[in-house]
């Protein structure tokens, strides 16, 4: 049965209007796709939904020793996922395009193409990932019958991913190693209990009555910040003092087990949602087994189409969109040894062998952020005009400064001429779950208010699938240009460029203690401003 496209989808209200006459024109400009991958609140894009429905419910079905059960896909990306790294984007292309043939498998309809969540235009979580009286048990939503308490997931699921285990390869069991799973018992202990979302009822924060993303989440994926994400025309971000360059991807780290920093696409929708589709009760979304939530595919979709929309745009302006000459040797070989494909079959790759989208065989509509890229100026950062090492602690409500003296051109230039993004490094403290890392600027001297009502606010940062710091620096990447131009309208921005930049952590709770109760202390290490 295909349901009617929803009242709650609020897409004419939205501008979904203009959505709809969409995939004609999308069409010819593919090419040679076979499939094109569509907003998920079009009607093409519900229809979808409801093959999608089919196959995840199937997919739960099976044994769980089958490697297309819902769960054991899932667990792959807990298992070899990469945030916080400039593997994060190339990784997870195969990982959706993947189930994208499996579903069409398991839901019978050679036609599937995965449907992405445009947060931009759509800042809810459709209908269609709801029980409602047409589909009270709908496989789509985490509350569910589908979906285990954690007694009876370990009953069933403890044995058959003990013997998956056993059979790794030697590869693999290296990429475990190197993840923090040197053993069996520490994958199940350490990595399947705390990331499992034990009730079903906490499966997602979000409900039918309630949908909305809410901020910081609501805020990221504002069209600004998604510009912002698409204006660099470096594919990495290099983090440091006098090397730093800001990229559309995250930095180069060690291997992709290893998270070092994020860029603002990675940093800021991408994480904020996950996180917001969870809760201080639990949630699949903020956790590595974020997959197991099926709207996790309809959310690395759209990021997967963000990817796309740059890429195009870089090679419409004479570039190459990849690596460097310099990095491609060490981005390239990094193995990804886990990926099933839509026979069963294990499917290793590479990174190198991952970039392209064209294998594949999709293409998008467009969606937000597509028409704003073709007008945007890309944009290779100047030198580091703004550098500052700080050195100093912060905790919950707690600041630690740094100190900076923007150039001239940099203080008095307007945010239409030039845009100002920092890099903040920092040590995070021992505990991350539930904590924000917010970002304030201010006159040199004087120290900001506190709060996300504050005009120096910049902005924020949280981690993803992170429940604690490992202990070395980590960086983000935050677009500051508002702040500075509310300084400079104000009058406050001083003539000798002299500007604060302040890190606080704010939160909540975490793991049955209030955060005030909790050890937390993080060191402030470096700021750079680079103008665009």
């Known amino acids: 049965m295909t349901e009617a496209i929803s009242t709650n989808r609020r897409t004419l209200l939205k501008g979904g209007a203009a959505l709809l006459a969409v995939p004609f024109l999308a069409r010819s400009a593919a090419g040679q796709a076979s499939h094109v991958r569509v907003s998920m609140t079009s009607e093409e894009g519900v229809a979808h939904l409801q093959t999608y429905r089919k196959a995840v419910a199937a997919m739960w079905a099976l044994d769980p020793s089958d490697p297309h059960n819902w769960f054991r896909y899932a667990m792959i990306h807990l298992m070899d996922c990469p945030h916080g790294n400039w593997w994060f ?14 579903v069409r498998i398991y ?16 800042p809810f979580v459709a209908d269609t990932f709801f029980a409602s009286s047409t589909y009270p048990d709908n496989a789509l939503d985490p509350s569910s019958s589908h979906y285990p308490d954690w007694d009876s997931f370990e009953s069933a699921y403890h044995d058959p991913i003990e013997a998956f285990w056993t059979g790794l390869s030697d590869a693999q069991k290296q990429q475990e190693t190197l993840r923090g799973f040197p053993d069996f018992d520490s994958f199940w202990t350490t ?31 504002m069209l600004s910040v998604i510009e912002a994400g698409l204006r660099p025309e470096l594919f990495t971000t290099v983090v440091g003092t006098g090397q730093a360059r800001t990229g559309f991807n995250s930095p180069e780290s060690q291997n992709h087990h290893q998270g070092v920093g994020a860029a603002i696409l990675e940093g800021q929708p991408h994480n904020k949602v996950h996180n917001d589709l969870g809760s201080a009760a639990g949630g699949w979304m903020p956790s590595l087994l974020s997959s197991v939530d099926p709207i996790f595919f309809m959310h690395h ?97 707690e600041g630690a400064t740094a100190s900076l003296s923007l150039p001239e051109a940099a203080a008095t230039a307007g945010p239409d001429e030039t845009r100002q993004v920092a890099q903040v490094t920092f040590t995070p403290p021992r505990m991350l779950k539930g904590l924000s890392f917010d970002v304030f600027v201010s006159p040199g001297g004087e120290t900001p208010e506190l709060s996300e009502d504050s005009p120096g606010f910049a902005g924020s940062f949280e981690f993803f699938g992170m429940l604690k710091g490992h202990g070395h620096d980590f960086t ?8 500075v131009a509310r300084l400079r309208e104000a009058g406050k921005l001083q003539a000798d460029g002299s500007i604060d930049v302040t890190l606080a952590a704010s939160g909540t709770g975490m793991e049955d203690q209030t955060l005030e109760a909790a050890p937390l202390q993080g060191v402030l290490k470096s700021v750079v401003f680079e103008s665009f």
Request: net charge negative; with cysteine; glycine share 8%.
């Open 107 to 122: 839901g019978e309809d050679e036609a599937f193409a995965m449907p992405y969540w445009d947060w931009t235009a759509d």
């Open 301 to 397: 979709c759209n990021v997967d189409r963000l990817w796309d929309v740059w890429t195009k745009k870089e090679r419409t302006a004479g570039r190459t969109a990849l690596p460097t000459a310099e990095e491609a040797p060490r981005f390239d070989p990094e193995p990804f040894l886990f990926y099933i494909g839509d026979a069963g079959q294990p499917a290793p790759s590479t990174a190198g062998a991952s970039m392209d989208i064209a294998p594949w065989g999709y293409a998008y509509t467009p969606g937000s952020g597509s028409a704003s890229a073709a007008g945007l100026q890309s944009r290779r950062g100047t030198a580091p005009n703004a550098i500052a090492r700080a050195d100093e602690a912060f905790g919950l409500n």
């Open 191 to 221: 990595g399947v209990q705390p990331n499992f979302n034990a009730n079903p009822a906490d499966g997602r924060s979000k409900t039918a009555a309630a949908p909305d993303l809410t901020p910081p989440a609501s805020d990221a994926v």
């Open 476 to 483: 983000a990447v935050i677009d500051v240009t508002d702040a």
């Open 89 to 102: 984007f190339v990784w997870h292309r195969p990982y959706v395009a993947h189930l994208e043939r499996i």
